[in-house]
């Protein structure tokens, strides 16, 4: 079966500073999509951003970036010039692509503070 | 209204108490879920139904009920619940293509069980 880790419960980042969030999964599958999804205090969770494991190109989405490790299962999350609006929990998440697999698989989620 | 919206956003009840969450989506989906959010727990999936019909069911235990009634409203129903489930529900919805699935949330019902 399909884990996927957040070994970080909670990270901090200056303002402005830039951060990075782990996520490792375990999988014996070669092609899956990889999420990362980003909670605020009392607020919808909503998409931060996407990655296809057949895409060798890592997803970018404005200050938002992945380093994807296919090999190493490694999917981590880079987030540049933080602000103060980016803290939240933040969740990766696994989908197989296999048809009729509704299940995605959340990591237990990191919580980021940004200091002022 | 756009996106997912659940109502209520905040439920308090007793255990003898039966109670119903709503969840619509205004996406034009054909995919509904309901998880349960637990502090410092993965987000857990507990119901999905595609085109209105129920293709997952994870061992949640009888007292929550789901309804679909149709492709753009979900329900659940609560009925003589357990403290242990409160929790956080969150719907989300997604359009199932072969690539381009991604699950967009509501913002959740926090629930407390008394």
């Known amino acids: 079966a399909q884990t996927v880790t957040q070994s970080q419960p909670e990270m901090s980042v200056q303002e402005a500073e830039t951060v990075t969030l782990s996520c490792t999964y375990d999988t014996s599958e070669s092609d899956y999509y990889l999420f990362w999804y980003k909670q605020p205090p009392s607020r919808q969770m909503i998409l931060v951003i996407r990655?296809?494991?057949?895409?060798?190109q890592n997803a970018t989405e404005n200050r938002f970036s992945v380093n994807f490790q296919k090999a190493a299962k490694s999917f981590s999350l880079k987030i540049s010039d933080s602000q103060l609006g980016d803290a939240a929990m933040y969740f990766c998440a696994y989908r197989s692509p296999t048809s009729g697999t509704y299940k995605y698989i959340f990591g237990t989620g990191t919580r980021l503070k940004v200091l002022a | 209204e756009t996106g997912v919206t659940q109502t209520p956003r905040h439920l308090v009840m007793g255990m003898t108490n039966k109670k119903s969450l709503k969840c619509e989506q205004h996406l034009g989906h054909n995919a509904m879920y309901w998880y349960k959010q637990s502090a410092k727990k993965p987000l857990e999936l507990m119901f999905v139904?595609?085109?209105?019909?129920?293709?997952e069911n994870n061992s949640v235990p009888s007292r929550f009920s789901p309804e679909c009634p149709n492709s753009s409203h979900l329900f659940l129903h609560l009925h003589t619940l357990q403290p242990e489930d409160s929790a956080l529900y969150l719907c989300?919805?997604?359009?199932?293509?072969?690539?381009?699935?991604?699950?967009?949330f509501g913002p959740g019902t926090r629930l407390l069980v008394l």
């Open positions: 139904y595609s085109l209105e019909e129920r293709v």
């Open positions: 989300a919805s997604s359009q199932r293509t072969t690539d381009q699935e991604t699950q967009y």
């Open positions: 990655q296809e494991a057949y895409k060798q």
